[in-house]
């Protein structure tokens, strides 16, 4: 079992920046990467960026630029910074530890409980 937390979601204007966090726990196996989701209200969750055990990372074509996805491995903890943030980018953050073949993301079952990021304008 795998269990995730994330942190640092919050409240911020249009132009400004946050960092979520999500720490890591537990057994984990066949798991060789970790990504962000994201899902706003009536919307689909859909896969905001990934990062691999070896230090390969994806982002979707929205928050290129703008966001960056890293990890400390020793303390199995992965980042999502977040910079000029825009109002389309509220949502709810989710961390979730996948596996990585063949240069696609599988997302695995293991989610955190989600972080609220609301960008006012």
């Known amino acids: 079992q795998v269990q995730l937390v994330e942190l640092g979601g919050g409240l911020v204007q249009a132009g400004g920046s946050l960092t979520l966090s999500c720490a890591a726990s537990?057994?984990?196996?066949?798991?060789?990467?970790m990504a962000w989701y994201r899902q706003a209200p009536g919307n689909h969750r859909e896969l905001v960026a990934y990062?691999?055990?070896?230090?390969?990372?994806k982002y979707t074509d929205s928050v290129k630029g703008r966001f960056t996805i890293s990890r400390n491995n020793a303390q199995n903890t992965v980042y999502l910074q977040m910079n000029t943030l825009k109002p389309e980018d509220t949502a709810v953050y989710y961390c979730?530890?996948?596996?990585?073949?063949?240069?696609?993301?599988?997302?695995?079952?293991?989610w955190g409980k989600g972080t609220l990021v609301t960008v006012s304008s």
């Open positions: 990062i691999t055990n070896g230090g390969t990372t």
């Open positions: 979730n530890a996948g596996s990585y073949r063949g240069s696609v993301y599988y997302s695995h079952a293991y």
């Open positions: 537990g057994t984990i196996f066949n798991i060789n990467a």
